[in-house]
């Protein structure tokens, strides 16, 4: 099974940045993989962040593009999100999540497409 561990969250003023990172393991067989970040509110559903395939394309939620940035360093294992300009309604619960024989090249923003989760790193942005 693939277990995720995020981190770099914490509590920072509108306009700050922070980044985040994902480590991953136990990977088997294909580690052609997809990978995205998803938020939670409280009282809110789980939202797609953005996520990152086949050949590094990747997709972003409208609320974020041109100030969050998804990457990943492969042959470390590693998956990261770059967060500019933060907005109170950026904060929430951000878990990394993965599906593994995944060819997407921009992969789905949709929880249902990801099989294995951290555990969350909270972010929280003050005005």
């Known amino acids: 099974q693939v277990q995720l561990v995020e981190s770099g969250g914490g509590s920072v003023q509108a306009g700050s940045s922070l980044t985040l990172s994902c480590a991953a393991s136990?990977?088997?067989?294909?580690?052609?993989?997809?990978m995205g970040w998803f938020r939670q509110a409280p009282g809110k559903e789980r939202e797609g962040v953005a996520t990152?395939?086949?050949?590094?394309?990747?997709r972003y939620a409208d609320s974020v593009k041109g100030r969050f940035t998804i990457s990943k360093d492969s042959a470390e294992n590693m998956l990261y999100l770059q967060m500019n300009s933060l907005k109170p309604e950026d904060s929430g619960m951000y878990y990394c999540?993965?599906?593994?024989?995944?060819?997407?090249?921009?992969?789905?923003?949709?929880?249902?497409?990801?099989?294995?989760w951290g555990q969350g790193t909270q972010v929280t942005v003050s005005s």
């Open positions: 999540a993965t599906r593994v024989g995944c060819v997407a090249s921009h992969p789905s923003l949709g929880s249902t497409f990801y099989t294995s």
């Open positions: 136990g990977y088997t067989g294909s580690r052609v993989v997809c």
């Open positions: 990152i395939g086949k050949g590094d394309g990747t």
